[in-house]
């Protein structure tokens, strides 16, 4: 059983940063070299993948939309990951949720589905 959750969201004003964080926690073993995942649903939309980063080295992989905005890290001593999301737009509004699976992070990996998800932190971004 994974156990992860989301925190970080809010109301921001166009322009603006925010930092989302996920934690994550498994029953009897370490998720050290599982990969960590950030998804976005817009309202009405369909969940996207935005961006993943691997347990073992730090490799990561960004879609279009977010690449050269936002950045993910993790600390594997905190079983977290963070989203750093910069200069912000009101196409950024949405549920962010983060997942987690047994993945070499990669442009293929991203996209596929992923077992273990948060329960999701809001995000909106006010123009």
């Known amino acids: 059983q994974v156990h992860i959750v989301e925190s970080g969201g809010g109301l921001v004003q166009s322009g603006e940063s925010l930092r989302l964080s996920c934690v994550a926690a498994?029953?009897?073993?370490?998720?050290?070299?599982?990969?960590m995942a950030w998804f976005r649903q817009a309202p009405g939309q369909e969940r996207e993948a935005l961006s993943c980063?691997?347990?073992?080295?730090?490799?990561?992989a960004y879609s279009d939309s977010i690449k050269g905005r936002f950045t993910i890290s993790r600390d594997n001593a905190k079983n977290t990951a963070y989203l750093q999301m910069n200069n912000l737009k009101p196409e950024d509004t949405g549920d962010y949720y983060c997942a987690v699976d047994n993945y070499y992070c990669s442009d293929v990996t991203l996209f596929r589905d992923w077992s273990y998800w948060g329960q999701g932190t809001q995000v909106t971004v006010s123009s």
């Open positions: 498994a029953s009897g073993y370490s998720l050290d070299r599982y990969a």
């Open positions: 980063i691997s347990g073992s080295d730090g490799s990561a």
